[in-house]
């Protein structure tokens, strides 16, 4: 799959970590910064994450900030993207399963690491249903044409 990561100053730590999980997995993993710890702002990242997952030149995209909300709420204004903070095995699932997420946002702060390598194999594996939910995430997705 390729994947991209990213992360502000509070979640460079947590950012190597799945990156190398990733490329252990044998994923095709795009590292979208940031690499130093100077501050930064969470929404330039998350958009660059988010336009990539938007044009399908990636298939998913992993965002970590200090909570995983900012990620999130930044990461959802665009286009195509179904971004969500997931913190356990069932949110992880559930986030795949019924809502089709496609970017995964995540607290540096909160999860420890085995928790979030836990989470993220089952993220990567989880199919969406469709169905019933495929009918639910088509009316998302038609929120953001105005209809
Ligand atoms: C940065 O201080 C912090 O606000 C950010 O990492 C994130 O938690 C925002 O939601």
């Known amino acids: ?28 993993v795009t590292d979208a910064g940031v690499h130093e ?12 994450v988010a336009n990539l997952v938007s044009r399908k030149e990636i298939d998913r995209g992993i965002l970590i900030c200090g909570t995983g909300l900012g990620m999130c709420i930044a990461a959802n204004k665009i286009p195509g993207v179904r971004a969500a903070p997931c913190h356990d095995d069932l949110t992880a699932e559930m986030s795949r ?14 999860l420890g690491e085995k928790l979030i390598d836990r989470m993220v194999e089952i993220w990567l594996t989880t199919e969406f249903e469709g169905g019933r939910h495929g009918r639910r995430v088509d009316k998302i997705s038609k929120l953001e044409e105005g209809r």
């Open 1 to 28: 799959m390729r994947i991209a990561v990213g992360s502000d100053h509070r979640g460079i730590q947590v950012k190597s970590k799945i990156t190398e999980l990733l490329g252990r997995l044998g994923h095709d």
């Open 37 to 48: 710890s100077n501050p930064v702002d969470y929404p330039d990242i998350a958009v660059k």
């Open 97 to 110: 399963r019924h809502n089709d997420l496609n970017v995964l946002c995540l607290s540096s702060d909160i």
